[in-house]
């Protein structure tokens, strides 16, 4: 496995797709090691690399539910699935994620967040009711370039990112089912913890 990984994060680079930094992936990996999930909900595939990274990190027999958009990341992220030892725990959905999770049925103990910015509010409501109770959210990216903290402005391009992602941190905190921390490693990765 550890050689695929290596292969995956050399494409990556080579290819300028954005996958989860070293530092974010291992707490990713230590905190689902921890939890146990039986069933893990992705959402943003790219090249499949933090599934992989879960299925390595907990018990082979977990269920794996990914979900992407874009074609050409779809069939990278099946080819490295179909390399890997976990290649029938992992199941990629294709669509627009909004759109896809509202197909979903069952409860999930780990839910990764990893896709458009922008989109994180709207995502962490759809979840809300497929996470099981004592369940955990994982949400990568959270503090965008520094940003999200920053006192100045952003640049305009990023500026509605910006927001957004204030905004769902400020609604993940607020909520009292969660206990919510925010990692300063990468570029920031909030853990929510269900209390209940």
């Known amino acids: 496995m550890e050689n695929l990984l290596n292969e995956m994060r ?39 690399y933090s599934a992989l990274l879960l299925a390595y990190s907990i018990s082979a027999d977990a269920e794996i539910i990914t979900l992407e958009i874009d074609d050409k990341r779809i069939k990278t992220a099946e080819s490295f699935f179909s390399r890997s030892p976990y290649h029938n725990n992992i199941t990629l959905l294709k669509g627009d994620a909004a759109e896809t999770l509202t197909t979903l049925s069952g409860k999930f103990d780990f839910i990764f967040i990893d896709a458009a910015k922008g989109q994180y509010v709207r995502y ?25 903290e920053s006192v100045g402005k952003p640049p305009r391009r990023y500026k509605t990112i910006v927001k957004r992602l204030r905004e769902y941190i400020c609604e993940i905190k607020a909520n009292r089912y969660f206990k ?14 269900k209390q209940i």
């Open 180 to 193: 919510t921390t925010i990692y300063y490693e990468g570029d920031g990765l909030a853990v929510s913890k």
């Open 124 to 148: 962490l409501h759809a979840v809300l009711p497929l996470l099981s109770a004592g369940g955990t959210i994982v949400s990568d990216n959270v503090l965008f370039r520094g940003y999200v």
């Open 10 to 48: 050399e494409y990556a680079l080579t290819y300028k797709v954005p996958i989860i930094r070293d530092q974010a992936a291992r707490i990713l990996c230590k905190t689902a090691a921890e939890e146990k999930p039986r069933r893990i909900l992705e959402i943003g595939t790219a090249i499949g």
